[in-house]
């Protein structure tokens, strides 16, 4: 006797939203944002999966566009963090049948250009030492919240690295070295206490922390 397919779990939603959000100020200065959002939904709506019945789905297209309504309400630029959690509040509190909302976002790295040693009103900069990503969380009945991370923040330093005292046999044939050139590739990521911090403070201070930590004391001095 066949057994009876079950439906275990299931979301839905819409994954790389663009959009570029521009706050223009009275005094002509612009502040530039660029987001890849993605949204998963979890919602009452097994019967599109084993009934073919759709109704009362959030289909993608209305996610996408409610991407960009709640994009265009912010009042204020804000923390990519703060947007992911609005924006995991609006499907959890516009939909009754969405039960949680999970939000992720990239941000770009956009700087805002110096020209004649004076920030630009408009023109920005494409610089991306990391992509910077920020998660909100929202289910119905819980408290929201909210992370933050990076991804491929690249580094190189030139000496106080080395390679010793690793396992040598007939097959080794790597010299050990206490000086030598070091790069690699740092992701990491992070959950906050409440979903409002001060997400722009901390992402600055890790990404310090994370370079003091690899790049070692700032002398030329050989490290190891």
Do not use: I
Not at 86 to 111: I, N
Not at 136 to 154: F, H, K, M, P, V
Not at 174 to 188: D, F, G, H, I, K
Request: aromatic residues 8%; contains cysteine.
């Amino acid at each position: 006797m066949s057994a009876t397919p079950t439906l275990v779990s299931h979301c839905h939603g819409k994954s790389r939203v663009r959009l570029a959000r521009v706050w223009r100020e009275a005094s002509g200065r612009h502040t530039l944002v660029e987001w890849q959002v993605d949204v998963l939904l979890e919602s009452a709506m097994e019967r599109a999966y084993t009934d073919g019945d759709n109704s009362g789905m959030t289909a993608t297209d209305t996610v996408r566009n409610s991407v960009y309504l709640v994009a265009k309400g912010l009042a204020e630029c804000c923390s990519v963090e703060a947007f992911a959690v609005r924006l995991a509040e609006y499907f959890v509190a516009t939909y009754p049948l969405v039960s949680a909302a999970d939000v992720s976002v990239e941000q770009k790295g956009w700087e805002r250009a110096m020209a004649a040693g004076v920030p630009h009103d408009h023109g920005y900069v494409l610089r991306t030492p990391a992509v910077r990503l920020a998660v909100a969380l929202a289910r119905r009945g819980a408290a929201t919240t909210a992370g933050g991370g990076l991804r491929e923040l690249t580094l190189l330093k030139t000496t106080q690295s080395g390679f010793q005292g690793f396992l040598r046999d007939a097959l080794t044939a790597l010299p050990e070295t206490r000086e030598r050139m070091l790069a690699t590739a740092v992701s990491a990521s992070w959950v906050y206490a409440s979903s409002a911090p001060p997400a722009d403070c901390v992402f600055a201070a890790v990404c310090a922390a994370l370079c003091a930590a690899f790049l070692g004391a700032p002398s030329a001095a050989p490290g190891l």
